[in-house]
């Protein structure tokens, strides 16, 4: 699992070691670092990262959840492959308080509420080997939270 926080490490320093199966938690964090550009448009190697294998993690924690980032890359259609909270000492009292609350964001941000309670409850992602459950596989396309 690797990290993405303030630079340096850059964003494309730390996605482009980046391996099939590896996860790359804060995947939707704001600037600096934020997955997208200027334009809003999802940055290219984060686009490899997903086409090579990569596993995207929200890890919401402190201030790691972006919702003009989330917005911007749900509208691009790249969805996570795994919403968790990171709840730690500094998020527990918010913003995170736990993964029923970063799942309802979701759901603000305007993700299908069958395809957002699937994220918890589902297995495995396909590309580590595992299978989706019936919510999932039913979803929507355009909000599903699994990768094909």
């Known amino acids: 699992m690797a990290h993405i926080d ?3 490490p850059s964003r494309r320093e730390v996605v482009e ?4 199966k590896d996860v790359l938690t804060h995947c939707y964090r704001p600037f600096p670092n934020a997955p997208i550009d200027g334009e809003r448009n999802v940055a290219a190697e984060i686009t490899a990262a997903r086409a090579r294998g990569v596993i995207f993690d929200i890890g919401h924690g402190m201030g790691s959840l972006g919702f003009e980032t ?5 509208g691009h259609g790249f969805l996570p492959d795994v919403i968790s909270s990171d ?7 918010g913003p995170a308080y ?3 609350v970063t799942v309802s964001k979701f759901i603000c941000l305007g993700v299908a509420l069958p395809a957002a309670i699937a994220w ?3 297995r495995r992602p396909k590309r580590w080997g595992g299978t989706t ?3 999932c596989a039913s979803a929507p396309s355009a909000t599903r939270p699994c990768s094909s």
């Open 133 to 135: 459950s019936a919510a």
């Open 120 to 122: 918890p409850r589902r």
């Open 87 to 93: 709840v730690h000492s500094l998020s527990i009292e």
């Open 6 to 8: 303030h630079p340096p």
């Open 17 to 20: 070691r980046l391996r099939p």
């Open 70 to 74: 989330a917005s911007a890359m749900i």
């Open 98 to 100: 736990d993964n029923l």
